[in-house]
């Protein structure tokens, strides 16, 4: 008698380690999205989050303008990117392609 309940105890806790936690899971998933609607504006907001680019150059003047006109033709929300663009102590005309771009903030 002991072993049978031994038996079957066991077997019910492989099935739920392998198949039933999965299961139970996936049920209060289901259960979750019938009581919570989710708005498509604040699913837009979570896929498309507030970003930084950096770009650190030394010297690069030949290609600052084609990198900046690379940042500003970006596929994202204009009012959720930032551009940081850091000339580090550069000798050339770098700085000055730089700065008067709107939208850019300058370090050096």
Known sequence: MTINIIFWLSLLVIFYSYIGYGILLWMILKVKKVFKKQSKE???EELEPHVTLIVASYNESE????KIKNCYELD?????????FIADVSNDSSTDII???????LFY
């Open 63 to 66: 290609i600052l303008k084609d």
């Open 99 to 105: 700065a008067p771009n709107t939208g850019i903030k």
């Open 42 to 44: 604040n699913i837009t």
């Open 76 to 84: 994202y929300p204009s009012e959720k990117c930032q551009f940081y």
